[in-house]
């Protein structure tokens, strides 16, 4: 098992494919917008690689390519049952949240590192331009009574003090500035819903949302989404959207936005 330097991490596109490519922040590790480490079995220029574990700085993991790899998956093992003394941003004891995690893994994860596995399936959308609908506001609507900001450099420490995902989908608040974009409603100087990108990859935007406890049942997860879509549509983006099954008010909102649902796919949660 090699782990790659930052400027070899571009090998490893060779392993994406219709299965794996829909996942914005694994390709968000191999263009650097994230930090994150990747290993792979070998690095060769002719070849490329066969199989390839990368894992960001939330502890999200991804594998990519052959799975009868035997000498390689006993370093994977390796990897995960060292995970919780790893230093860096993969420390402080987080477990290991493995997206697209393939009956074979779950099982060899079960059988020979740990029985604390929970499953929540998730759901992949895929966005269809000709279903959407507007779901904002205008200037004319007096039942709005809220403003609507888009993040910029005067308000963006008051974003990522509402919510640190700016932070963690993105290296700093000056990259999330320079490639990324967002929106925030406020009532009155307070923030109580944001709409961020999480990420931007090969021109799709992973979209992320948050509301305020009090503020919810009120329309405004619709409002922010639909202006963070605006933006996309404008600038030639793809919006995506993806999340876990059993969350119901998630899945109603993106079908009201034109999203359509491509696959359900595994995502487990490793204690270690």
């Known amino acids: 098992m090699i782990e790659l330097e930052k400027k070899d991490f571009q090998h490893v596109k060779s392993l994406l494919n219709e299965e794996n490519h829909h996942f914005p922040l694994l390709k968000s590790v191999i263009s650097h917008n994230i930090e994150g480490r990747i290993f792979v079995d070998e690095l060769n220029p002719q070849k490329g690689c066969q199989s390839a574990l990368i894992i960001n700085n939330m502890g999200w993991a991804y ?25 860096g941003n993969l420390a402080n004891n987080n477990p290991i949240i493995w997206f697209g995690i393939s009956d074979y893994w779950r099982g060899r994860v079960t059988e020979r590192l740990t029985t604390d596995v929970q499953d929540y ?16 506001y205008t200037k004319d609507d007096t039942n709005f009574h809220y403003e609507i900001a888009e993040i910029t450099e005067e308000n963006i420490q008051q974003a990522i003090a509402f919510n640190e995902s700016i932070i963690n989908f993105w290296q700093s608040k000056e990259e999330f500035l320079k ?56 600038e ?28 359900e796919y595994n995502l487990s949660i490793i204690n270690l």
């Open 121 to 136: 399936p998730r759901m992949q959308y895929i966005f269809n331009p000709e279903g959407y609908q507007f779901g904002g």
């Open 179 to 234: 490639k990324g974009f967002g929106y925030i409603v406020l009532d009155r100087e307070k923030i109580i819903s944001q709409s961020i990108s999480a990420s931007v990859e090969d021109g799709e935007v992973e979209i992320d949302i948050l509301t305020e406890q009090d503020y919810r049942g009120k329309g405004l997860a619709k409002i922010i989404a639909s202006r963070l879509i605006e933006k996309c549509l404008g």
């Open 236 to 263: 030639g983006l793809i919006p995506k959207w993806d999340c876990i099954v059993n969350n119901t008010p998630s899945r109603k909102l993106a079908e009201q936005l034109g999203f359509e649902v491509k696959k």
């Open 63 to 87: 594998f990519l390519g052959r799975e009868d790899n035997d000498d390689f998956n006993e370093h994977v093992e390796e990897i995960l049952k060292s995970f919780a003394s790893m230093t």
